[in-house]
């Protein structure tokens, strides 16, 4: 869930058909205390600093906007 009107795969799906370039914002923007995140803000993991583990279940410590990021970027992107 968006803390806006607009999902993030309207956001990327606009951008992309104008042949725009796009950036996610933010991989750990906490917005709660103790370097939490709730799915109110724009933070992609749910955990700080930025934790994220594609080798644990799902959601890998991910906020549904991190999930739904992560999906979108999957395939584009490699990790080193």
Known sequence: MSPTMVTPQEVIA???????????WAWDDNDEAGGKSSENGFSMTLTGPGYYDPTGAAPYGLTNYGTAIVAALKGTTRVI
């Not at 606009?14 to 996610?24: D, Q, R, V």
Request: proline residues 9%; glycine residues 10%; positive net charge.
């Open 14 to 24: 606009a951008a992309k058909g104008a042949n725009l370039p796009w950036i996610a």
